[in-house]
């Protein structure tokens, strides 16, 4: 198993910046990919970013430029820094881990973008 706990998200006016942490724990030796995810009121949960093991990055079109993930392999932790919010990066925000057969989600942590 493994238990994924996000912190740091809040209210930012647009133009601002956020950091996202996620704290992985458990057997975070069989995770590949961390990444992650957003849902918005009345639509589906959507990529946001995903970084493998060995450091790969992949971004949704939407936030490319503006996000970017990275990991502390040290703290098992992977991170999401997020500058240049609008009103349309307003979601909660999920972290994702993935093993071989498994997926992992972390509780969601609100993204809230206004003025």
């Not at 990919?33 to 995903?50: C, F, H, I, N, S």
């Not at 997020?82 to 990066?89: F, G, P, V």
């Amino acid at each position: 198993q493994v238990q994924l706990v996000e912190s740091g998200g809040g209210l930012v006016q647009p133009g601002g910046s956020l950091r996202l942490s996620c704290a992985a724990s458990g057997r975070i030796a069989r995770i590949n990919v961390m990444g992650w995810y957003r849902q918005a009121p009345g639509k589906q949960r959507e990529l946001v970013a995903t970084i493998t093991s060995g450091g790969d990055t992949n971004y949704a079109d939407s936030v490319k430029g503006r996000f970017t993930i990275s990991n502390d392999n040290a703290k098992s932790t992977v991170y999401l820094q997020m500058n240049s919010l609008d009103s349309e990066d307003s979601a909660v925000y999920y972290c994702n881990a993935r093993t071989t057969y498994l997926n992992y989600w972390g509780q969601g942590t609100q993204v809230s973008v206004s003025s």
